[in-house]
């Protein structure tokens, strides 16, 4: 059974889980370490979910994460999801439809009037199960700037 909850306490067991979640996100981006996920929990914009298996123990019992960020800007409440990951062991078994359903609620709750995401072309389940979850891909370019180092 899978359950999502908002991150909380940062425990040995949730950086070993990021630890273990990170490279199946990014094989570039290492994984956040107990203080960043700390002051992530902190933020008052962001809510960090993680998807816990009850029946699993220890930091092998979460499956996957996401953060939500909810912010104001002069237009309105905007909320954004990101860095989403599910385990490989528990993928096609609902845990991505629940965290999205989730973080979708906490939105909404904060009054965001929608929610957006971006997802690359390649990750084909990830854009279906947005599709079924009522998002709409949107015409748009995204732009990124990188720091020079």
């Given at each position: ?10 425990t ?11 490279p ?33 123990t ?75 979850l009522?998002?709409a ?7 990124r700037?990188?720091?020079?180092d």
């Amino acid at each position: 059974m899978i359950e999502i909850r908002e991150l909380e306490d940062v425990t040995p067991d949730v950086v070993a889980a990021f630890q273990r979640l990170t490279p199946q996100l990014s094989s570039s981006a290492p994984a956040p370490t107990a203080g960043e996920l700390a002051e992530i929990v902190a933020s008052d914009t962001t809510v960090l979910l993680i998807a816990v298996d009850s029946e699993a123990t220890g930091e092998a019992a979460i499956r996957g994460s996401m953060t939500l960020v909810v912010f104001r800007i002069p237009t309105g409440v905007r909320a954004w999801i990101e860095d989403v990951v599910v385990d490989a062991s528990a993928r096609g078994a609902g845990v991505g439809a629940a965290l999205n359903r989730r973080a979708i609620e906490i939105a909404h709750d904060r009054g965001a009037r929608t929610v957006d995401l971006t997802s690359r072309p390649s990750r084909e389940a990830a854009n279906r199960l947005y599709a079924r979850l009522g998002f709409a891909r949107r015409d748009t370019n995204v732009y990124r700037h990188a720091r020079d180092d």
